[in-house]
């Protein structure tokens, strides 16, 4: 399987592996105008509009180890229908609001205690930490704040966040975020990992990046030494296309194994990019064969501007439905609604009950159910009566 480095388009000919491979080089030559563009890919006539009217609200930035995975898609549909560019461009959909629509979907700052930590469920805790990304996805939930350099997380934000966390002791878990924390450097996120490992009640700590997708070259080796001084460490990734997932991204989830990561991946269902059965299955099986479990199929938020991404909650059970059965429960993502208003996240699941009746048989009481599997075979099954009813 070639690296994006093979495949790199004509503009970057000249530079020399190491500056391809360098996360710095990356996200220095990050193309963020319509001109940078064009020198990779061929805009059309709408593309070129949405960009000029909703660049100022929510920029534009792609690695050129990204734009390669888009310049080198090929979608029978076109090449506006690409999974790759449709996750990186504006579009024209970014322009329609509807009065549905939240800025803060989840009500993260409604739920915030000190300033960077959003504290809804009990045992859990968000902590933002940068407001930078390696690219801007167009499908982003946090367009309020993330590529606003204004939202930074200061110094002393951070050191706030952590004495939060070290004064509320029923906090067990911490999600570090943002943006991307990986934008950090070691050395800073270094200080914020350790300084949640040395708090006695935090027993779990997550890292939510997609720096694996955009930009893989940023784990390192040093990187990742840093990471086996606070292991277990649980990473959630966001692979959302199998195109996503070429040797670079490979590569990258290796070495967060052999640093002591355990892996997990958050899909967003975007409508034109993975809401097809097969895609997802495909993703899936790729994902697993890297070390990287499937863990969330998130529905796409009610966030300003990404109304065109959302698909019917129909299409994610059917999807769930699709996988049963082709693929080990592994493979076999959550799929969650995060509640709008901060309600949290709840699970659903197809029906596989297609009848229930009462029965009594020998004397035991309870309820003849008629469940249906994935191959669309019936089976009957007794289920007990509540005996402290």
């Not at 199929?297 to 019917?312: E, K, S, V, Y």
């Amino acid at each position: 399987m070639p690296t994006t480095y093979e495949m790199r388009p004509a503009i970057w000919a000249d530079i020399r592996p190491e500056q391809w491979q360098d996360w710095h080089w990356q996200q220095q030559n990050r193309l963020r105008s319509v001109e940078a563009l064009e020198a990779v890919v061929a805009l059309s006539d709408a593309e070129r509009a949405a960009f000029a009217a909703s660049s100022e609200a929510f920029r534009v930035a792609i690695t050129p180890h990204y734009a390669t995975l888009m310049e080198a898609s090929c979608d029978p549909a076109g090449p506006t229908r690409c999974p790759i560019r449709l996750q990186a461009l504006p579009h024209p959909g970014e322009l329609v609001e509807y009065a549905f629509e939240l800025d803060d979907p989840l009500a993260e700052e409604a739920h915030m205690p000190v300033p960077g930590i959003t504290h809804r469920y009990p045992d859990r805790v968000l902590f933002y930490a940068s407001h930078n990304c390696p690219m801007y996805c167009r499908h982003c939930t946090r367009k309020r704040k993330v590529s606003d350099p204004t939202t930074a997380a200061s110094r002393t934000q951070i050191a706030q966040g952590l004495d939060y966390i070290r004064r509320t002791k029923t906090v067990r878990d911490v999600l570090v975020s943002g943006g991307d924390p990986l934008t950090l450097s070691d050395a800073r996120l270094g200080e914020i990992l350790h300084g949640l490992r040395e708090i006695e009640h935090v027993e779990v700590i997550r890292l939510g990046t997609r720096n694996p997708v955009t930009l893989p070259q940023r784990i390192t080796p040093e990187f990742c030494e840093m990471l086996r001084g606070v292991r277990p460490l649980y990473l959630h990734t966001h692979f959302n296309h199998p195109r996503e997932l070429g040797e670079d991204a490979a590569r990258a989830l290796r070495m967060l194994l052999d640093a002591g990561c355990v892996l997990g991946n958050q899909m967003v269902l975007l409508k034109g990019v993975n809401d097809d059965p097969e895609t997802v299955l495909e993703l899936n099986r790729k994902l697993l064969i890297h070390g990287c479990r499937p863990y969330y199929m998130l529905q796409c938020d009610m966030a300003r501007g990404i109304t065109h991404f959302r698909t019917p909650l129909s299409t994610g059970l059917r999807i769930v439905e699709y996988l049963r059965g082709r693929i080990g429960g592994m493979g076999i993502p959550d799929f969650v609604v995060d509640l709008p208003g901060g309600g949290g996240k709840i699970e659903l699941s197809p029906d596989y009950i297609i009848d229930r009746k009462p029965c009594e048989i020998e004397g035991v009481i309870g309820e003849q159910i008629t469940f249906q599997n994935w191959a669309g075979e019936t089976f009957e099954f007794v289920d007990l009566a509540d005996s402290s009813s």
